[in-house]
């Protein structure tokens, strides 16, 4: 994650939402103890006598819930740090983000649905040895997009299949944004200098709109053609602007 691409209102939700996320989250530590005359680590929550051994079952629990706070608060500092260092003011609380309920086909657009679905079901070859981080990709662009959103810290999934109210499509991205739990779709259009492509563009979105989809709120589309080349800058501003129309939804 790197916040000093982030837009300012992105910027705030993510630093409202590991705030709270360490405001409700108990203040465990490790320790070490002494259990029938050995020394064993165990996981005390503050304030409480009672400790759990490290790998009996409550102490796992409770393991899994300080390793979350240890990433919050890390993730945190980064990004109060540079927020610090761009702003004179603190993150305004109108970007405090909230779980977003959206549906389609009667499945909520939650973590549940991104994390169900398999990653790269496209059955189309790949005819280009482009990577990333040891993923296939269809064209440089795509890298681009996979690094924005490493960047952006947001999750995502590569051609997964995604089935519309007319056909099945696979869009080139799936995304979850953990501030809000949400997913959204990304979909790159780069060869629109050619008549065919421009008529399966069409085809696609289309497909997108009739299932219910939102441009700029449920899906976000970027573009290239001829010497018009992908722009990055662009494409954070969408997802930027993505996130805070979602965050006006109830």
């Known amino acids: 994650m ?13 630093i409202l939402y590991r705030e709270d996320a360490l405001a409700r989250l108990p203040d465990v530590y490790e320790s070490e103890r002494i259990v029938h005359k050995e020394p064993r680590m165990c996981i005390c929550i503050k304030g409480e006598k009672k400790t759990y051994l490290k790998e009996g079952y409550k ?17 945190l500092e980064a990004l109060l740090h540079v927020w610090n260092s761009k702003y004179k003011f603190d993150p305004p609380e109108e970007f405090m983000p909230h779980r977003v309920k959206r549906m ?22 790949f005819d280009r040895n482009l990577m990333y981080k040891g993923q296939p990709f269809r064209s440089k662009s795509e890298c681009v997009i996979a690094e924005v959103y490493d960047e952006l810290g947001i999750s995502y999934k590569y051609e997964t299949e995604l ?14 944004v953990d501030e809000l739990d949400r997913t959204f ?7 629109l200098d050619s008549a065919n492509y421009k008529a ?18 449920d899906v976000v589309y970027t573009y290239e053609k001829g010497e018009i080349c992908f722009n990055k800058d662009a494409l954070i501003q969408k997802v930027n602007g993505l996130m805070v129309q979602n965050l006006y939804l109830r």
């Open 163 to 176: 089935k519309t109210a007319t056909e099945s499509v696979y869009p080139d991205f799936m995304c979850y």
């Open 59 to 75: 102490g796992q629990r409770l393991l899994r819930i300080l390793n979350a706070r240890k990433t919050a608060e890390l993730e």
């Open 185 to 191: 779709y990304h979909e790159h259009f780069g060869m």
């Open 2 to 14: 790197n916040p000093e691409i982030m837009p300012m209102e992105m910027h705030a939700m993510k």
């Open 104 to 125: 389609i086909f009667d499945k909520p657009l939650d973590s549940k649905f991104f994390y169900k679905i398999p990653e790269r079901q496209n059955p189309r070859e």
């Open 200 to 217: 399966k563009v069409m085809s696609k979105q289309n497909s997108f709109l009739s299932t219910g989809f939102v441009e700029g709120i």
